[in-house]
């Protein structure tokens, strides 16, 4: 069971829930599993295509998985996922 | 009585505007994890305003002026949370151009200060909104006064150029060979500009960007789509991309000024954090990793002389702007 944490711009999707509990073998498994759970999520998640909206990062424990293997990164039991909306950095 | 033998002296310039970069690449022993793996910082903080944006600033108006893009005398605008704006004040001060920055209202007083003292106007976007909200805020007032330049660099080839053609040959003059490039994701110009000319020299050469954890209460937005990405970031440069928590970034400053005696801004703590990282899967190689800047604008946080769980209790790792 992986946990994702969800941040504040999405817990109305979730009910307020901060933290859900999925399953799934990769990134996109989990992703589909929390959608199955808070219906409300999918459309925030994933663009008509099925590919994760550009503004949505999703880190496995602390590394964006953009630049692993997207949503066919694998994910361990103990995992978290942590999502996060595209930020500048500040400069 | 020996004559210099090390290097000579910084240079000669014609003015502060040409003796940006050319800056020291550092070795941090301490810090390396076992014999063969180098660890070096590359301290932008030797630039004349005390940043790396020095020489971002540099390029957005030379590159300007270079296209006719700007006339003598017109005000520049730019959204910043403070080390472009100080660059831009320094530069745009030198060469005759008002400037107006935008930035949040959270970031360090010393930023505020240095922006004031090199006569640049500023205007505040709420602190809660971050980075995003400053460059939302910069846009609107461009779109509605066509007397502004706005350089932008968030989407302004000069940015990352200014790395390609000046920080990355200065690294690669000093190694052999770089195993990882480590630098903090902001604009993306450093990781853009120095990963273009590291994987040109060694496709092998990982470049890894450390980006700040915006903590909840910086992430005001109203939806996901209120977000921003930085035209200039192409993803496909980045190797690794991890996120390093206000705390962690704090620690890790901490021990640069502990154990090497380095006395530099909190960004430059969270790079460290994931430079070392880094170091620690290699069986050997250079790992090099750019400083942004020094502490003294971040003195007023507290970070240098409270407790890390003083600074928790205080809710100074929640609120505060360091990147």
Redesign the interface.
């Known amino acids: 069971m992986s946990t994702i944490k969800i941040p504040p711009v999405l817990r109305p999707s979730t009910g307020g829930d901060r933290e859900v509990s999925a399953e799934g073998a990769n990134v996109g498994e989990v992703l589909r599993a929390l959608a199955v759970q808070h219906p409300a999520t999918e459309g925030q998640l994933f663009g008509e295509d099925g590919t994760l909206n550009r503004y949505v990062n999703v880190y496995l424990n602390d590394e964006d998985v953009r630049v692993l293997d997207g949503l066919d990164t694998p994910v361990k039991g103990d995992d978290t996922l942590v999502i996060l909306p595209a930020m500048a950095g500040g400069r | 009585m020996e004559g210099i033998t090390n290097r000579p002296c910084g240079g000669r310039y014609g003015d502060i505007v040409e003796s940006i970069g050319n800056t020291p690449l550092v070795e941090l022993k301490r810090l390396s994890p076992k014999p063969g793996v180098r660890i070096y910082a590359k301290l932008e903080s030797y630039n004349p305003t005390g940043s790396v944006?020095d020489r971002v600033a540099r390029g957005l108006i030379e590159d300007a002026e270079a296209r006719g893009a700007i006339a003598p005398g017109q005000t520049i605008l730019e959204p910043?949370?403070?080390?472009?704006g100080i660059s831009l004040a320094m530069i745009c001060r030198r060469k005759g151009y008002p400037l107006k920055v935008v930035m949040?209202d959270n970031?360090t007083e010393e930023r505020t200060q240095l922006l004031r003292m090199y006569g640049a106007e500023i205007v505040y976007s709420p602190g809660d909104q971050?980075?995003?909200g400053a460059?939302a805020k910069a846009l609107e007032m461009a779109e509605a006064d066509a007397s502004y330049y706005m350089p932008y660099?968030?989407g302004n080839r000069a940015n990352p150029d200014a790395h390609y053609n000046g920080t990355a040959l200065e690294i690669l003059e000093e190694l052999d060979e770089v195993a990882a490039f480590v630098a903090?994701?902001?604009?993306g110009g450093t990781l853009m500009g120095n990963g273009r000319r590291f994987k040109e020299h060694d496709p092998d050469t990982a470049i890894v960007?450390a980006?700040?954890?915006?903590g909840?209460l910086?992430?005001g937005?109203?939806?996901?789509?209120?977000?921003?990405?930085?035209p200039i970031i192409d993803?496909s440069l980045?190797?690794?991309?991890?996120?390093?928590s206000n705390r962690d970034a704090v620690v890790w400053t901490k021990r640069l000024l502990e154990e090497e005696g380095l006395f530099l801004g909190v960004s430059t703590g969270a790079v460290a954090a994931i430079a070392t990282r880094i170091a620690g899967e290699l069986d050997e190689g250079n790992v090099v990793f750019v400083s942004p800047d020094d502490g003294w604008k971040y003195l007023s946080s507290g970070v240098y002389t409270k407790p890390i769980e003083q600074l928790e209790d205080e809710g100074v790792l929640e609120s505060a702007?360091f990147?």
């Not at chain 2, 903090?184 to 604009?187: A, C, F, K």
């Not at chain 2, 980006?211 to 915006?214: G, H, N, R, V, Y």
């Not at chain 2, 980045?238 to 390093?244: A, L, Q, S």
């Open positions: 944006k910043t949370s403070g080390n472009t949040p970031v971050g980075s995003n460059v660099q968030y903090g994701l902001g604009t960007a980006e700040p954890l915006q909840e910086v992430q937005l109203r939806s996901l789509d209120d977000g921003f990405i930085p993803l980045i190797d690794r991309k991890i996120f390093v702007s990147w």
